[in-house]
């Protein structure tokens, strides 16, 4: 087998990995709308923006600032795709043949690898740029749907808006998944082995870092003093039995409501 069907190879199974740790994901989400913090943060913008909406303008500076860190954010990482751009190019050896196919060709033959590397790289940093420069686009449109008010016919509703701040946040995610991509295929610099080890480490790394926090059970004095009343009612009645706070998640009813 030749080193080019070696690292075909191990850039396919390390491309099926990831793409089947996001599938699982997908499916754990049909039964656990909370399981991944992404859906949860979703949930919570959606509410955020209703209780901004409802407050009659009480809470526009609160809006404009919060919006203010996410375009910034998204923004500097932009930014920063252009400059990784710019960096794999000085990296990538010279055409020298005017047409690009046929020099691909001749590099393969000679065993030149370096050209194939970068380009997966390369086309990651592009996407990562575009994702962060809709993420942007979108943070300022929701800045003026948000505060805008006056005729209730034209005024934009609380859940346009929460689908379009929503839909920002998955642009900005999709960014930062192009992130964490590119370090396996850095490694791959290094050897083909080298990208499958780095891809099987990603997805172990993702799995505990995509992962919704588990609720903890709140102290019984803290339970007294914002219920009072059930807590008296509690103590009369006996407690139904719950599940571990392992496995205690948000609440669904809250998400339900919050989409």
Known sequence: MTELYINLLAFAASMAMVAAYHLYLKARLRNDPTYT?????SAA?????????SGKGERDVLAVQTLRNST?????????????????????PKVTSALLLHSLQERAA?????????????????????CFSLAVRLYNHV??????GGDARVAPTPEFVARMLNRG?????????????SVPLVFWLFGP??????AAGLVAVLYHVDRAPALLPAAPSER???????ETTDQRQPAAPTAAADDARPGVAWLAQSS
Do not use: C
């Open 72 to 92: 910034m954010a998204a923004t500097f990482l932009a930014s920063t795709a252009i400059l990784l751009i710019m960096g794999v190019l000085n990296l990538m």
């Open 37 to 41: 913090i992404q859906a949860v943060n």
């Open 45 to 53: 913008r959606a509410a955020w923006v209703r209780r901004v909406m």
């Open 110 to 130: 000679d065993g030149d690898m370096a050209i194939f590397k970068l380009l997966p790289l390369l086309v990651g940093f592009f996407w990562a740029f575009f």
């Open 169 to 181: 946040g998955r642009y900005y995610s999709l960014g930062m998944r192009a992130y964490y991509l």
């Open 193 to 198: 082995w080298f990208l499958v080890a780095s």
């Open 224 to 230: 007294s003093e914002r219920h009072p009343a059930a």
């Open 143 to 148: 800045g003026y749907l948000i505060n805008s």
